[in-house]
């Protein structure tokens, strides 16, 4: 997991969040689809009994030739190491209209949000149990622009310990999803489906 911010060695804590237990949080999410979507969620407590709510999402559409860039970089083998280089910036401005609408929204300064994790996907290399994995996000460029502190190549760092590059979504469902008495079925409906199954609150020792 890379972690980029214009002071690359500092994660900013605000004291006014942390002193009233109130945190926020951003997501941004790139899609083949040619949509980059994002949500803030606010957060209050610590651990399992922690509350989150989202607060604010917003989307906007990346430029048609953007768009052909990214699926011609990741679903197909004719990408350039040009268009490599240059796509993660051309990302960039769609990137931060998203995050300037969700602040709008959610009515929280700037500085307030801890962190900033940014989602794509990638360019994949397969090769039976071998796989290799290039994030599209230009962080360093991303968190001098939009002032936040960015987190990315989540798939990277999954892959280097072990792990097969997909998301770990099972604990932010139940924090935000999970019922309080009875358990539900969260059903994902993607590339390959499946379902995550979420124990009521009062059980949480079970998740």
Not at 68 to 80: F, I, M, N, W, Y
Request: aromatic share 2%.
């Amino acid at each position: 997991m890379n972690q980029d911010t214009a002071q690359p060695t500092t994660l900013r804590l605000p004291p006014s969040s942390v002193a009233a237990r109130r945190r926020w949080t951003a997501g941004l999410t790139t899609s083949l689809a040619g949509l980059v979507s994002g949500a803030i969620v606010e957060s209050s407590g610590t651990g399992l009994s922690a509350r989150t709510e989202v607060v604010a999402t917003s989307e906007a559409a990346l430029p048609e030739a953007v768009t052909h860039v990214l699926r011609e970089l990741c679903l197909s083998e004719r990408g350039s190491l040009s268009l490599l280089s240059a796509l993660p910036a051309q990302l960039i401005p769609t990137q931060c209209e998203v995050v300037d609408a969700l602040l709008a929204e959610a009515r929280v300064a700037r500085e307030d949000v801890i962190a900033l994790g940014v989602d794509d996907p990638g360019i994949w290399d397969v090769d039976g149990d071998h796989r290799c994995y290039v994030g599209l996000c230009d962080a360093a460029r991303l968190a001098e622009i939009s002032g936040m502190n960015v987190i990315d190549a989540l798939p990277a760092r999954d892959v280097g310990s072990g792990g097969l590059g997909g998301p770990v979504t099972a604990l932010a469902e139940w924090l935000l999803l999970a019922e309080q008495r009875r358990p539900s079925i969260v059903l994902h409906l993607d590339q390959s489906i499946y379902a995550t199954i979420l124990p009521p609150r009062l059980a949480s020792g079970d998740v």
